[in-house]
């Protein structure tokens, strides 16, 4: 017997001009996980309506593709975060934004809560350098942003962004693509575990992966060329205590670049900073919020 989920897939979610917003809000749950409606609407349709962006939503989840859970507020008003639902996910496998990108999806009201906290507040990033570009009329929207990507740093063991950005500074008379591994720290790990990932993006940067069975050659080169022209820069976006807190936590990962041999290597070859979520919220990632690891004044993160 076929769904109404099923009978809707085949009729009025098909590619349409007329209703784009729905297959993109889906596109968007299916790449960023969950997100909140005020977040969808910034993301997709940032010069429209609340009402709008609820509308779509709320048609969603009575075709039963998206689901929703109530975030805790101090304010006691009422924010939904959106995720797929089974048959909303399976529904978004072949949508062209997302070839070749393999699905982690939120699609149960449990695993919602396990990670909406943290997944937010990797959207909320990813919305500051979404609005930077659009003032700045660079190139960065929904999909030059890929959460959570992992890759082998060998010994069986893997080293897992928050996202990957990918994001095109263009002028006059010139495109400039900039990539940057995104870390974003809520101070619910030790200050001393969030250092070890610089250590973790060192292997990786100095990882060669070799064919089994085979021997070892000296042309193979790292691992990382066969996903980017150049080693991506490693931005840790960090939020979540006081700012002597957090900017203890940077002077941390500055030691680690200081004192660790494969770090400091690292940091010879690859833009490394941080800055406070809340600052590139206000000021705007392309201002200078961004503290050097190797030291220095802050600086846009392009400048790093």
Same mark, same amino acid.
């Given at each position: 017997?076929?769904?109404?989920?099923?009978?809707?897939?085949?009729?009025?979610?098909?590619?349409?001009?007329?209703?784009?917003?729905?297959?993109?809000?889906?596109?968007?749950?299916?790449?960023?996980?969950?997100?909140?409606?005020? %977040?969808?609407?910034?993301?997709?349709?940032?010069?429209?309506?609340?009402?709008?962006?609820?509308?779509?939503?709320?048609?969603?989840?009575?075709?039963?593709?998206?689901?929703?859970?109530?975030?805790?507020?101090?304010?006691?008003?009422?924010?939904?975060?959106?995720?797929?639902?089974?048959?909303?996910?399976?529904?978004?496998?072949?949508?062209?934004?997302?070839?070749?990108?393999?699905?982690?999806?939120?699609?149960?009201?449990?695993?919602?809560?396990?990670?909406?906290?943290?997944?937010?507040?990797?959207?909320?990033?990813?919305?500051?350098?979404?609005?930077?570009?659009?003032?700045?009329?660079?190139?960065?929207?929904?999909?030059?942003?890929?959460?959570?990507?992992?890759?082998?740093?060998?010994?069986?063991?893997?080293?897992?962004?928050?996202?990957?950005?990918?994001?095109?500074?263009?002028?006059?008379?010139?495109?400039?693509?900039?990539?940057?591994?995104?870390?974003?720290?809520?101070?619910?790990?030790?200050?001393?575990?969030?250092?070890?990932?610089?250590?973790?993006?060192?292997?990786?940067?100095?990882?060669?992966? %070799?064919?089994?069975?085979?021997?070892?050659?000296?042309?193979?080169?790292?691992?990382?060329?066969?996903?980017?022209?150049?080693?991506?820069?490693?931005?840790?976006?960090?939020?979540?205590?006081?700012?002597?807190?957090?900017?203890?936590?940077?002077?941390?990962?500055?030691?680690?670049?200081?004192?660790?041999?494969?770090?400091?290597?690292?940091?010879?070859?690859?833009?490394?900073?941080?800055?406070?979520?809340?600052?590139?919220?206000?000021?705007?990632?392309? %201002?200078?919020?961004?503290?050097?690891?190797?030291?220095?004044?802050?600086?846009?993160?392009?400048?790093?």
């Amino acid at each position: 017997m076929t769904s109404p989920a099923q009978r809707t897939a085949t009729t009025s979610l098909s590619p349409s001009p007329v209703e784009p917003l729905r297959l993109q809000v889906l596109a968007a749950l299916a790449q960023h996980r969950i997100a909140t409606t005020s %977040q969808l609407r910034r993301m997709l349709r940032p010069e429209g309506t609340r009402q709008l962006m609820s509308r779509v939503l709320n048609k969603l989840r009575a075709d039963g593709f998206v689901d929703s859970t109530v975030l805790p507020d101090a304010n006691r008003s009422r924010t939904n975060a959106w995720y797929l639902t089974p048959e909303g996910a399976r529904l978004t496998r072949d949508l062209p934004a997302l070839r070749g990108r393999p699905p982690y999806p939120i699609t149960s009201a449990t695993a919602a809560s396990l990670k909406t906290t943290h997944t937010l507040a990797v959207v909320q990033a990813h919305l500051a350098f979404a609005a930077d570009a659009r003032r700045l009329g660079h190139e960065h929207g929904p999909w030059d942003w890929t959460p959570e990507v992992s890759h082998s740093i060998g010994e069986g063991e893997r080293v897992m962004a928050d996202a990957v950005m990918y994001y095109t500074v263009t002028g006059p008379d010139h495109r400039q693509k900039l990539r940057a591994f995104i870390e974003v720290d809520r101070t619910t790990m030790s200050s001393e575990r969030l250092a070890v990932k610089l250590i973790e993006y060192a292997r990786l940067f100095q990882y060669e992966a %070799q064919p089994v069975g085979r021997r070892r050659t000296s042309t193979a080169g790292p691992a990382w060329l066969r996903w980017y022209p150049v080693f991506p820069r490693v931005l840790f976006i960090l939020t979540g205590a006081s700012r002597t807190r957090l900017d203890n936590r940077i002077s941390d990962l500055q030691a680690m670049v200081a004192q660790h041999p494969l770090v400091a290597h690292l940091a010879r070859e690859v833009r490394l900073g941080a800055a406070i979520l809340e600052d590139i919220e206000h000021h705007g990632p392309a %201002q200078a919020v961004w503290v050097p690891l190797t030291g220095g004044k802050p600086r846009p993160w392009t400048d790093l």
